[in-house]
């Protein structure tokens, strides 16, 4: 049977990459891995669009892969030609949010508001009894950073609650 060890990237695409740069490297404290720019891709008949844009603009960025654990990443593509504006978050069914996780919540509030990072939701426990807080990236990409307590249901579950409610197998 497959086996998922881990999740291994986010990938977002945003027209301000300085900005967003800024906020995930200087703000967040997280620091690039991979920055691939377009002259990599040169020749390349399998990436004709980025091949092309080697020719024209080799030292633009391509991707970037922040890392924001060991082997996992946040990665960032600038704007493509002809995509479409960004869309409001929850106003659209598909992607929601994704959270980070901390040992210790209060200070990691407290760097994050020492670094101008706006504050949506304080830290809180949730029903799953895990501290949450929610903050957002330059381009209105919320996320939640938080921190497991012994009682979170992340480990617990409550699977056998459900189904003894609902009768689910």
């Given at each position: 049977?497959m086996k998922f060890n881990e999740v291994m990237h986010l990938s977002?695409?945003?027209?301000?990459?300085?900005?967003?740069?800024?906020?995930?490297e200087n703000k967040l404290g997280l620091k690039p891995k991979i920055?691939?720019?377009?002259?990599?891709?040169?020749?390349?008949?399998?990436?004709?669009?980025?091949?092309?844009?080697?020719?024209?603009?080799?030292?633009?960025?391509?991707?970037?892969?922040?890392?924001?654990?060991?082997?996992?990443?946040?990665?960032?593509?600038?704007?493509?030609?002809?995509?479409?504006?960004?869309?409001?978050?929850?106003?659209?069914?598909?992607?929601?949010?994704?959270?980070?996780?901390?040992?210790?919540?209060?200070?990691?509030?407290?760097?994050?508001?020492?670094?101008?990072?706006?504050?949506?939701?304080?830290?809180?426990?949730?029903?799953?009894?895990?501290?949450?807080?929610?903050?957002?990236?330059?381009?209105?990409?919320?996320?939640?950073?938080?921190?497991?307590?012994?009682?979170?249901?992340?480990?617990?579950?409550?699977?056998?609650?459900?189904?003894?409610?609902?009768?689910?197998?």
């Open positions: 049977r977002f695409y945003t027209d301000q990459m300085d900005a967003m740069r800024d906020f995930y920055i691939m720019r377009y002259g990599a891709y040169k020749g390349n008949e399998k990436r004709k669009a980025w091949a092309d844009r080697a020719e024209t603009d080799p030292e633009g960025i391509a991707y970037i892969f922040i890392e924001i654990a060991p082997g996992q990443f946040l990665e960032l593509f600038p704007k493509a030609e002809g995509q479409k504006e960004y869309i409001e978050p929850n106003t659209h069914l598909g992607y929601s949010h994704f959270a980070l996780m901390v040992d210790d919540i209060f200070e990691a509030h407290d760097e994050l508001v020492k670094a101008g990072v706006e504050i949506d939701i304080e830290p809180n426990k949730g029903q799953s009894q895990t501290w949450q807080m929610w903050i957002h990236d330059p381009d209105g990409n919320k996320f939640e950073i938080m921190q497991y307590t012994p009682d979170s249901l992340q480990f617990k579950g409550n699977i056998e609650e459900d189904e003894r409610i609902y009768g689910r197998h």
